[in-house]
């Protein structure tokens, strides 16, 4: 049965106060915090089990790379992928993303081939086209949302040309909290033979996984959602176009053998892994996993969607609060502006002082902010530790700013 009580205990930070009033942490969108048995597992790497991995036949060295290793079988797990060797650890999304961008991409497409993205995708998922586009020529192709947040798959599979070299689009938005039906494009697209990378920066965290039977060629997960550390996370990439990239990163462990005057790769993933990697981060986020599978992905998510549906309810109470994007298809992400209040910021401020966390700003993602007409939003964003009485923290300090700005 799902404890939400014994969950928060494990998690250290929140027990703590902010402005004198207990933390409630709604910026989990952001960067999740991290239980107890994450901490301690990273600091046990540290303490006991730290050296460099593959390189070394001595004891530390073989027990830090089990230890690292192991991570990509428990991440290929959690993602539903069958073959490990389809994992390649990152840094998080953002290089992920590059990866497939400087790899893959940046070798076949030429000036005026196109990549489709939605409108609402995080620039991590912006930036690295741009660069073709600057660079080589190639064309963006933008597909919007209505005002309600919903994308349209059809509306991405009519925007399909024969120039379209891939679609890159996220499985769920980070500032409307859409879960957007990305399988029905991946179908289409795979017909025409165009691959499709999903941002599943969002998505990884909230709901259960399959990528073997989602058929997505890339998908690109952050750890310190997942409750792991910042600098940990990994990108799912079908082996069928592993065969056809170059490696992004050149240095230690991605090769094979290296000569004056020629060098050979490495088998992947290891192809794609250069130089020392973040060793304890990839631990912490296998641990990460480890209580997020304990759990259960499908307990988690019935969770929030009763968190999802309470908030929707508390919030639509508020006759004075713009939420921006109400699908019926909507994760635990709240993004909002006040009527007559001052930025997002000043927002952000009053509510901190209630110890409620919230972000405030563009979230990364100009193009989506543009098109729903604002400059800046607050936005409240759930995770498994959260509780009603949070949603009712947050509302009671909504209503303190509403009445300072009115």
């Known amino acids: 049965m799902f404890d939400v009580d014994k969950i928060r205990a494990d998690f250290p930070i929140l027990s703590r106060e902010v402005n004198g009033k207990p933390l409630v942490y709604l910026d989990n969108g952001a960067s999740a915090q991290k239980p107890r048995a994450v901490i301690d597992a990273m600091t046990h790497a540290y303490e006991a089990e730290y050296a460099n991995v593959h390189r070394g036949l001595h004891h530390l060295s073989m027990v830090a790379t089990e230890a690292y290793e192991g991570v990509r079988g428990k991440i290929a797990r959690f993602l539903g992928v069958a073959d490990e060797r389809e994992i390649v650890f990152t840094s998080g999304a953002t290089e992920g993303i590059n990866l497939v961008s400087y790899g ?16 609402a995708e995080h620039h991590a998922n912006i930036v690295p086209w741009h ?11 933008w597909v919007e949302t209505d005002m309600n947040g919903d994308l349209d798959p059809q509306a991405m599979i009519d925007a399909i040309t024969p120039r379209t070299r891939l679609i890159a689009m996220s499985h769920m938005s980070n500032v409307l ?26 998505a990884a965290v909230h709901m259960p996984l399959n990528l073997d039977a989602l058929g997505a060629d890339f998908y690109a997960i952050t750890g310190h959602k997942l409750y792991g550390p910042s600098g940990s996370g990994a990108i799912y990439i079908k082996s069928a ?35 020392t990697p973040g060793i304890v981060q990839q631990i912490g986020l296998g641990v990460a996993l480890d209580y997020m599978s304990a759990v259960g992905m ?11 549906q309470y908030a929707r309810t508390r919030l639509a109470g508020l006759n004075w609060l713009n939420v921006q994007g109400n699908s019926a298809h909507k994760g635990a992400i709240f993004s909002f502006t006040i009527d007559g209040a001052a930025h997002a910021h000043d927002i952000s401020t ?8 919230v972000r405030a700003g563009h979230h990364c993602a100009q193009p989506l902010m543009e098109h729903m007409g604002v400059t800046a939003t607050c936005r409240a964003s759930f995770a498994m530790y959260n509780t009603r009485a949070e949603v009712d923290a947050l509302v009671e300090a909504l209503e303190l700013c509403h009445d300072l700005f009115a």
């Open 350 to 357: 009053v509510l901190d002082k209630k110890g409620v966390a």
């Open 298 to 308: 499908e307990a988690i998510a019935a969770h929030e969607a009763d968190l999802t």
């Open 177 to 202: 909290g859409t879960v957007f039906d990305v399988k029905t494009v991946i179908d289409a697209a795979h017909a025409r033979d165009i691959p499709v990378l999903v941002d599943g920066s969002q």
């Open 104 to 119: 893959w991409a940046a070798p076949r497409l030429q000036a005026g081939d196109e990549i489709i993205l939605t409108i």
């Open 241 to 275: 176009r592993m065969a056809e990239m170059q490696p992004f990163l050149g240095g230690g462990d991605m090769i094979r053998e290296v000569h004056r005057d020629e060098i050979t790769w490495n088998d992947p993933p290891m192809k794609f892994e250069a130089g």
């Open 131 to 141: 660069f073709l586009r600057e660079r080589l020529g190639v064309k963006l192709v």
